[in-house]
């Protein structure tokens, strides 16, 4: 069985408002001091740029996260009462919990890159519990068009499909192969934007034994 994580899209306790603490400062600082000429070149002779390359890391197959590419604070704008185990940060970036992290890490050891990061209030204020960047590091094409239902091209291309709507209804008739997922068990699809991250029947049911608060999720059919 596959699950497909709904993105959120409110503000609450799994999309927090709010930016990186010495992010931004931490790139630049490595593009004009220790970049080599020519790497600043490629990027035009602007940190934005480069800034930009290690954004798509959050979401797309470009490698893991060097050190200083990685957030180490995230404090928000409009605190929630409480925060999810899983969450969304700017740029897509995603988070989790320690118990999160130690699910996903007991099924897929050394697959995901994971980093400590502070969760702050505005005053400086760290939520409870320890939380970790995640970048999901197993990209599939798993997605078969032929076989599903409720579901669009993008209009730019023929080969990203998107849900038609984000309910369980839509998604039962989203079809994967198990021939591609079988032994994976938390992924982002190459060709299927929405749902985009996907995961297994056995990592969904730790979550729920363990009580933790993740995306909305629904069930995809695997033939």
């Known amino acids: 069985m596959v699950w497909g994580l709904v993105n959120p899209s409110s503000i609450g306790e799994f999309f927090p408002s709010g930016d990186y603490v010495g992010w931004k400062e931490a790139i630049e600082r490595y593009f004009n001091e220790e970049m080599s000429a020519d790497r600043r070149a490629a990027h035009d002779n602007w940190h934005g740029s480069y800034r930009g390359d290690v954004a798509r890391k959050f979401t797309e197959d470009f490698g ?16 929630p009462k409480a925060l999810g185990s899983l969450i969304k940060m700017t740029s897509r970036l995603l988070a989790v919990d320690t118990a999160l992290k130690d699910i996903i890490e007991a099924l897929e050891p050394g697959v995901h890159q994971f980093w400590p990061i ?25 997605f078969l068009p032929e076989q599903s239902k409720g579901f669009r ?8 499909a998107f849900a038609d709507r984000d309910t ?10 198990q021939d591609v997922v079988a032994g994976a068990h938390l992924w982002r699809e190459d060709k299927l934007s929405s749902p985009r991250i996907l995961m297994s029947d056995a990592l969904q049911a730790e979550i729920v034994a363990q009580n933790l608060r993740i995306f909305k999720h629904h069930k995809l059919k695997v033939v």
């Open 64 to 79: 893991p996260l060097e050190p200083h590419e990685r957030p180490t604070e995230f404090r928000v704008v409009e605190p």
């Open 118 to 142: 502070r969760i702050v209030t505005p005053k400086g204020k760290e939520y409870p519990g320890a939380y970790h960047g995640l970048i999901i590091r197993r990209f599939l094409d798993s």
């Open 153 to 160: 091209f993008t209009p730019s291309s023929s080969q990203f």
């Open 168 to 177: 369980k209804v839509v998604y039962a008739d989203l079809a994967v192969t």
